[in-house]
């Protein structure tokens, strides 16, 4: 939503990490960048330490901001609705940034790729 900005998200209702983000009433979601195929792929493994040898830093809400991102959008916990097996969760946009001027990591039909002029 652009007004109120918001974000969405649906963590499945197995999630460990939704139940921490919502008691921190905070997250940031990250926009990974072309070159972040590896970092996308080690946040994608359930378990364990996701930010085990990642840089980053925290971010105006204190939640993690991932150094060379493309961008990063700080929220804060707006409200979540049951959704199946799923929690349908949004966020109140409280800060955006955008350290880089590169493409979008894209995922699609279990591919990663780039978008338009970065493509090669």
Do not use: M
């Amino acid at each position: 939503s652009l007004d109120p900005p918001l974000v969405c998200f649906a963590p499945a209702r197995t999630s460990t990490s939704w139940p921490r983000i919502r008691a921190a009433g905070r997250f940031a979601v990250n926009i990974l960048a072309e070159d972040q195929t590896a970092l996308s792929r080690s946040f994608a493994v359930s378990g364990g330490d996701k930010f085990a040898g990642v840089a980053w830093h925290p971010g105006g809400n204190g939640a993690p901001l991932l150094d060379g991102a493309l961008a990063t959008v700080e929220c804060a916990v707006e409200s979540e609705l049951p959704g199946g097996d799923h929690t349908i969760a949004v966020g109140r946009v409280t800060a955006l940034h955008r350290p880089r001027e590169v493409g979008p990591l894209l995922y699609f039909r279990r591919t990663y790729g780039v978008y338009g002029a970065h493509a090669a």
